[in-house]
């Protein structure tokens, strides 16, 4: 039942997040540790993209890909192992399982949080009340929006005959022969694993390289590391149609070709996403959004509604589940923690996409150093094969790189592609943010052998 209107009357709560996800998760976990009245509105599955349509998932997907490459090597060096046959349903249904041990945790946390959790769709009225979509009105100090965002789909003729990054997940097999539109990291990641697990891939890209943040030089040695893995690259392609031909579907492109010779079993576009920014009530609420429909925050994750704020990839800002989680918690910190300055850092926030090998990066590319700090900019590379894969005469190598800027040569970027990568990178990237030097790096001793020495012998 709706509240009847009052003058002025008392908040029910201290916050109310709209969305379920990490972000939002993380924020009413977080405000509810430091005493406040929480209330959390979701009406799907808890965990947001992250845990169901986006990092574990996929990462599960990845796992299974990279064992398949794995058992591959291992016939190389001379154990018995023929082609793995990978039971996709068995596959689904241990991912399935561990995501519902999450979905679980989650409703524990929250039932030993104290945080009402109301499985239900969230709108502003004004900056201070909520309406539920049971049509109760939620008064609040605070409100936090974390609806994330969703894939976008592009606007070409017979779009409709291709999936998104998300219809992925709903795969029963590897389809023979698939098509991936698109050069950014879900683009790479998914032709990776299909790959890997018996499909052709063959990935179309707008620009004339995938990954088109990332480090250049690191980027070229992972194009050719896909190649050798038989991913099919179209670079400077971009698709102008999709056509039907019969249940298949002819990918018309720019470029390299007018259109694909040969139909493909399935189409995936992975051409950037858009924000969950719409019913939410922000006009009304007086919030402000960008050009492309993103909430328009500040530094603290504020915005232009007093006692509003955002995180997460509704706001536009980096799209990764530890940087909403980070943000949100930074935000509750400030908000009920007493720290008044509280905020996330943005800049030198290490991520890894995970290709085929990892490629794990923090800090700036070198074309963005030499934008910014011009001659005084010097790179160190090392290109090699790991171990097992030169034991294994298998083509995959790895490429480190460092950017350094100054006499001091202070290191402002690594970039990391090959095996553990994504494992790597973590403890580098906290020696980053403290300030690195070349000559630090140069006088820890490695160890050997491993990868990951090559980060400390780079001359």
């Known amino acids: 039942m709706a509240r009847s209107a009052g003058a002025n009357p008392p908040p029910d709560f201290d916050l109310v997040v709209i969305g379920g996800g990490s972000g939002g998760l993380a924020g009413a976990f977080r405000a509810a540790a430091h005493g406040a009245r929480v209330a959390l509105l979701e009406p799907g599955l808890l965990g947001g993209t992250c845990v169901n349509l986006g990092c574990v998932p996929k990462k599960a997907m990845w796992l299974a890909a990279d064992l398949a490459e794995k058992a591959a090597l291992a016939g190389a060096l001379g154990f018995g192992v023929g082609k793995p046959a990978l039971d996709w349903d068995a596959l689904l249904a241990h991912r399935q399982r561990y995501i519902g041990n999450i979905h679980a945790s989650y409703r524990q946390r929250l039932d030993a949080a104290g945080v009402a959790w109301m499985p239900q769709r969230g709108r502003l009225l004004d900056a201070g009340t909520v309406e539920t979509g049971s049509g109760e009105c939620l008064r609040t100090r605070h409100v936090l929006l974390a609806t994330g965002g969703r894939p976008r789909r592009p606007s070409i003729p017979g779009a409709e005959l291709a999936g ?47 990954l088109s943040e990332m480090d250049g030089e690191v980027v ?8 050798a893995h038989g991913v099919r690259l179209h670079l400077a392609s971009p ?12 990918v018309l492109h720019e ?16 051409t950037g996403r858009q924000p969950n920014s719409e019913g939410l009530g922000l006009e ?19 915005t ?73 900019v010097k790179t160190y590379a090392a290109g090699f094969r790991p171990m097992l894969h030169a034991l294994a005469q298998s083509p995959q190598r790895s490429l480190f790189k460092l950017v350094c800027v100054g ?53």
């Open 239 to 250: 698709v102008r149609a999709l056509e039907a031909q019969g249940s298949r579907v002819r």
């Open 255 to 270: 470029g390299d070709g007018e259109a694909t010779p040969e139909a493909f079993d399935t189409v995936l576009f992975a």
């Open 407 to 459: 006499e001091e040569e202070r290191v402002v970027g690594i970039h990391l592609l090959g095996e553990a990568a994504d494992e790597i990178l973590q403890g580098f990237a906290v020696a980053l943010k403290l300030g690195v030097t070349k000559r630090q790096l140069d006088d820890t001793v490695a160890i050997h052998p491993t990868s990951a020495e090559e980060v400390v012998l780079m001359r």
């Open 220 to 227: 070229a040695q992972l194009q050719e590391d896909m190649r």
């Open 164 to 210: 998104v990054s998300d219809d992925f997940f709903a795969l029963r097999h590897a389809p023979a022969r698939v098509a991936i539109v698109g050069g950014g990291y879900v683009a790479v990641e998914l032709a990776g694993v299909l790959q890997a697990l018996g499909s052709q891939v063959e990935v179309f890209a707008r620009g004339p390289r995938l």
């Open 304 to 376: 232009s509604a007093p006692g509003v704020h955002a995180v997460g990839d509704v706001t536009g800002k980096l799209a990764l589940t530890p940087v909403a989680i980070a943000a949100a918690r930074r935000l509750m910190d400030r908000l009920f923690g007493g720290q008044a300055g509280a905020k996330l850092d943005y800049d030198d926030v290490a991520t890894v996409v995970f290709s085929h090998p990892p490629l794990g990066t923090v800090g700036l590319s070198e074309e963005k150093a030499r934008q910014r700090h011009g001659d005084a």
């Open 284 to 302: 009304q609420a007086g919030v402000a959004t960008g050009a492309h429909g993103e909430i328009v925050v500040d530094a603290y994750e504020d």
